[in-house]
């Protein structure tokens, strides 16, 4: 990654800010007093044109006047001027820049025009920029926060990027509530110069990034988008949402950065594709982020779960389940180590339920310890764990009997939680807590600023442990790259030289998935009824006769296919009938395929988007269960693999009711293959393999249709 | 509902407290303190068998010495002394306790055994009682506080019922903190007298509650809870977390309780049959109760959406396309209205995007009041509304600026909530705001206060909103009864007799549908050879012959099914194969039916439910889709629908491909008909109708299958 642009802009040595006044209701004197407070180390040069101070420090009138050229220049400034700035902060030797000014793109076509002006000016001194209608970024570990919230958490190692800047600036109160530590995040606003890719990469790379936490409305550059993810999430998760995909999250993502939303399956698609883990809100975004930046990865799925109560425990369980995690029962040796530890009617078994109990020792010490050092399991979740919270709820019922003040009452109900915070590294083991008390609670905020997490729900606890889960099967994905090798020869071409000037017609479309080694029926196309019955005769019976014509695209509904044909006349009979239908249509005299489960490939395009290649349930269920996963060209042959895993209908793929195991390699060669081939031929517009037949476990494309872009041609 | 129990228990003029003591770390002492702190008005009489007094108390050795009858007694005294305990204020004339000792038949074979003695002592005396292992309850209005924790939040409109304690007592100070006020909360423990059903008839006809929360592992009177949810449910919201219904969840649920857990999708089938709300989460438990007991319906689905920033404005709007909202687009008066409020860069569509504002006048008074006031939308969610939690982040930044005390500046950012708060009422609207600050807000604590919800993410309150909507369709259900009249004619006693007899075959079986007026193919049972011949004659061909034996499950699988015979020597080949196979098989020849869609419908027992009666895709792929709902027999007709209407592959059941639309109302017939049956003859344990073909519309049940309980007979 060299010369990522978010290099400097991260750690500047030091800042403009045009937009700063002595008027502390603007935005740009609030994200400058913001960055002074932040503690950022570096000069911090206010420009203004008429103030000659700007809160006790030098104000600067013009660019050329500022006493060195400065690493980054942070605009809050009035649109009209923003390209003209950026001109003279390029022809200064200003490198990057960040601005938060609004009123380009996201507002019609004079802002485009804008817009256009302003990359014009930076480009020309290849001058990069965060923004414009961005809300900045934040680096906790420089310090240098330029949002309009100031910084309240001290340094952690969850990245962010985000294209909206609520999620870096409204949020920071929250997240430090929450216990929730960034390392650095940015807000990409209209992405002119710097998208979230830029910064996907540089936070991929950046050592105090140990977790990448998105927000998305829009992804740009897919392609790009992809290969990023795809290089960083093997070494540190990414998890991300993604909003927009819906008829009306659309209309509100353009009325917000100018996105172009695209349609949910594609991003689901892509993002699993990635080996990103996907959130379905912004707080699971936080959430998830904070176990993934602060937990060890479990080395395998078998939890524990520690509770003061049956409810929480039950809840933490039920999550576990639904996601594919186990709670496996301790063993008899085990049990009897932690029973020994237990009050009466408490269980050993797992869950381990202690009862209600208002010592902590047990739950923060002990057993955990004991939990932890088994090899029987690989995480530990503790819901309950709670001191100081309670004892200020309690207080006012025990105060005139203690006869203590409320702190003394809460020093003597304090938990000694530090043996618990160094559990997760001392055993490579991750630890997330549950309680209903928050950063109030002694023992809550103490194990977050030791980095557990404790969340405030059992069921969001559990969650996020399989998150971890989740990240760990990613990282185990095999490491296979891009197809090299195209198994499309010399055939291909000419057959699209024929299909470019006439039209993509079955017989056609069929020969070209042939020239890429996808499985076909056999077929031959006849152009009279006799030469019809000679090829019957050379398939075998019986067969099928299907109208072949560029203009035949729904067989079916028109009448043109006659099945399972015994005899000549049957061939002769299904002739004349298809050219009663369609005269100039051709013959396509196909073996019958008998195959009971039918399933679907093919390819279309998105704006923007390399081809999506889907798979699914085929047949007549395909529009009535729209049972597919999406994925982009080109696969990997895990990922083909993975996109056939990844549909609900799974036993069909498997022996079921006495049939084969489907070939699963085989219909990944098809995936990956009718990839390649959107790939070569960008003027295929959608490619239809439906049904896929299976026989004798090996898939069989039975129809094929193919649709050209009308107005390109060759 | 005529001496609910829960009428005094809920609301007894005096309490006893037996293991209340001067010891302050016992339970019996901290729930006896936390009683006397909450206030409640009548008297409370600690009962000890040593104690004088118990903190200044005068305290009672013996029950007998009590100076009155107490109305409820509360026991927190060792196990092993409660049965006498429960007798001998049996004895004196109490009739209500609350039993919150553990050790009953959660903890094993002794257990049981002294909970069976408890039972015993409490049924002579006509006692009823809560628990035993539970944490008490909670009456916000008298105020009656017993648990462990103490009531912190004023009175309140949700009711909780709970079979885990801690969601009534450790999230006491939780719940208050989101602004979530209870009216009155139960945890029912062990139900071994009073179960979740008694509270839920209860809380149904309380006039201060009006949403009702509930926390279930096990229901052990599903019908009993059918019926009464059934009833609740058209005028008061119920919203229901089930866990349990999972392996792991299982056992943690069987080791708290002593509950026998239940599979999932009969809860859920349980829950949409009677109109409860299912959650996923205790959150959501209380997170969607507060929406419910605060805030009127929508009248439709359209949403309008006002926000200080684009991110949680697209966020909620995706949330809400999701969850079948609608988010329509104002009308151009309506936006210039909005247009003329606004700055500059806001947008006046639907979201309504002010863009980052400190000035709340806007986003508190004008916009909603001009947005509600219109008739183009039902519901308004609002992100962003923060005051002083927003200022006190900020002073740090500003106190040398502003010179003002910290007060000063949290009085001047201070917005004027009270307009909102009233419109919710004043224009029938629901009103919820989503904000990244909590109860240090004064925005935000004065609108929970008022009775607006204030969650802290987008998708939550775009969630709760949905769930309104979701309980208006609820309300909106029609209203017909159970069906009254049961088709089945004398005919199905015969045919039930000879089956107990001889067991049921495929042809007796579907003999026994016809009974209950469930369609069939057309059929005859042949003894020989040439009966089938002339059978197949009779009926027309093609004909399909299979072998008709009581031995014979899978016949597909056995090779005695053979389809699509043409002639009366197909049928002799076929008879003969069958009897190969299977000797003392008949033959059945029944009409093909020809129908591309599949369906099946079903009842399978499940211990303590009434028959549980299955919908859902059938044929090949009913393993491998696991595509079905699951409803409670007797079903109502418009159960049946909707059961239908439940299952994803909707479009199959609609015109599909040229093939007319499934007659719902005949499918609806099948299932509350096999519901009928499967009441009628309990010694039939399960039902297979697979498939059920549609024929020109029509339902056709093709292929039947009973079980008989083994070891019943007749």
């Given at each position: ?7 400097t802009?991260m750690?500047p040595?030091?800042i ?12 740009g ?8 407070h932040?503690g ?6 206010p ?12 104000a600067?009138a ?10 980054l ?14 001109e ?8 990057h ?19 256009k002006?302003?990359n014009?000016?930076?480009r020309a001194h ?19 926060n ?12 969850l ?7 609520t999620?870096?600036?409204q ?18 606003g ?6 979230l890719?830029d ?8 050592p ?22 795809r290089?960083i999430?093997?070494h540190k ?5 993604y ?8 209309r509100?993502?353009s009325s ?7 349609p ?15 959130a ?29 109560s049956?409810?929480?425990?039950t809840?933490?369980?039920d ?8 709670m496996?029962?301790?063993?008899p040796?085990?049990q009897?180590k ?5 009050p009466?009617?408490?269980s ?8 209600f109990h ?6 923060v ?31 006012p ?7 203590m003040?409320?702190e ?7 938990a ?7 559990m997760?590294?001392?055993?490579n ?6 309680s ?8 809550a905020?103490?194990?977050?600023d030791g980095?557990?997490?404790v ?7 559990a969650a ?8 760990r ?38 020969e070209?998935?042939?020239a ?10 006849a ?10 005769k050379?398939?075998?019976y019986?067969v099928?006769?299907?109208g ?24 002769a009979?299904a002739c004349?009938?298809i ?8 013959f396509?005299?196909?073996?019958m395929v008998?195959g009971h ?10 704006p923007?988007?390399?081809p999506?290649v ?9 529009e ?17 693999l993975?996109q ?20 699963r ?19 295929i517009?959608?490619i239809d393999?439906?049904p ?10 039975v129809?094929a249709?193919?649709?050209?872009e ?5």
């Open positions: 990654m060299p010369d990522n642009p978010l290099e802009i750690a040595r030091s403009a800010v045009a937009g700063a006044s002595n008027n502390p209701t603007k935005m004197t609030i994200q400058y007093l913001n960055l002074l932040s950022f180390p570096g000069p911090v040069y420009l203004h044109p008429k103030e000659k101070e700007v809160f006790g420090a030098k600067y013009r660019i050329e006047d500022l006493p060195e050229v400065p690493d220049a942070m605009l809050v400034v009035p649109g009209r001027v923003v390209p003209d700035m950026i003279r902060f390029g022809a200064l030797g200003t490198r820049a960040v601005i938060i000014t609004a009123g380009f793109k996201e507002t019609g076509p004079e802002g485009l025009d804008r817009e002006e302003l014009q000016a930076a290849g001058l990069r920029f965060l923004g414009p209608n961005c809300m900045g970024l934040v680096n906790t570990h420089l310090p240098l330029v949002t309009a919230a100031p910084l309240v958490s001290p340094p952690g190692n990245g962010l990027i985000s294209q909206s800047g999620y870096i600036t949020t920071l109160k929250y997240l430090h509530e929450k216990g929730v530590r960034l390392s650095k995040a940015a807000s990409v209209n992405e002119a110069s710097i998208d890719v910064v996907l990469e540089y936070l991929g790379e950046d105090q990034t140990r977790a990448i936490g998105m927000y998305i409305e829009c992804i740009r550059r897919p392609d790009r988008f992809l290969d990023a993810a290089r999430a093997p998760p990414i998890i991300a949402q909003v927009g995909g819906t008829a009306s999250g659309a509100s993502g917000h950065t100018g996105a172009l939303a695209g949910d399956d594609i991003y689901d698609g892509l993002f699993r594709q990635a080996g990103i883990l996907r379905n809100s912004i707080e699971d975004v936080y959430r998830v982020g904070q176990a993934l930046s602060t937990q060890p990865l479990p080395r395998g799925k078998r939890v524990a779960i520690l509770t003061n049956g409810g929480p425990g809840a933490m369980a999550t576990l389940d639904r996601l594919g995690m186990e496996p029962a301790f063993s040796s085990l009897s932690l029973g020994a530890l237990l009466g009617h408490a050993a078994a797992n869950p381990v339920d202690l009862t208002v010592d902590m020792t047990l739950m010490q002990t057993l955990p310890e004991t939990i932890l050092a088994s090899d029987e399991v690989d995480a530990l979740l503790i819901h309950g764990i709670m001191d100081t919270g309670w004892a200020d709820l309690a207080y019922v025990f105060k005139d009997i203690f006869n003040s409320q003394e009452f809460r020093k003597g109900m304090q000694n939680v530090e043996n618990l915070i160094k997760p590294s001392r055993c083991k991750p630890v997330i807590v549950s209903f008390f928050g950063r109030n609670d002694h023992a905020r103490s194990l977050q980095g557990i997490p969340f405030d729900s059992p069921e969001k606890a996020a442990m399989a998150a971890l889960n989740a990240y099967e990613i990282q185990a994905r095999p490491k296979d790259v891009a197809p090299a090798g195209n198994p499309s020869s010399s055939k291909a071409r000419p057959i699209w030289e024929k299909a470019a000037d006439r039209g993509w017609d079955e017989f056609r479309a069929k070209m998935l042939r890429y080694k996808i499985p076909t029926c056999r077929e031959i196309l152009k009279s009824k006799a030469d019809a019955i000679d090829a019957a050379a398939i075998g019986p099928a006769v299907k072949c014509h560029t203009s035949l695209a729904h067989k079916t509904e028109l009448g043109v296919v006659h099945l399972d044909l015994v005899s000549a006349d049957g061939v009979a004349a009938a050219r009663d239908k369609s005269p100039d249509a051709d396509l005299v196909c073996e008998s489960r039918e399933f679907i490939a093919g390819v279309h395009r998105h923007g988007f390399p999506c889907l798979f699914g349930l085929g047949g007549v269920l395909t009535a269960l729209e049972e597919t996963a999406i994925r982009l060209a080109p696969l990997r042959r895990s990922e083909a993975e056939i895993a990844a549909i609900r209908a799974q036993p069909l793929l498997d022996a079921y009711r006495g049939w084969p195991a489907v070939d390699e085989a219909l990944a060669d098809i995936l990956v293959r009718i990839g390649l081939l959107a790939l070569d031929f960008p003027q517009e959608a393999l439906n896929i037949l299976i026989r004798d476990g090996q898939p069989v494309v129809d249709l193919f649709e050209q009308k107005s390109i041609g060759h």
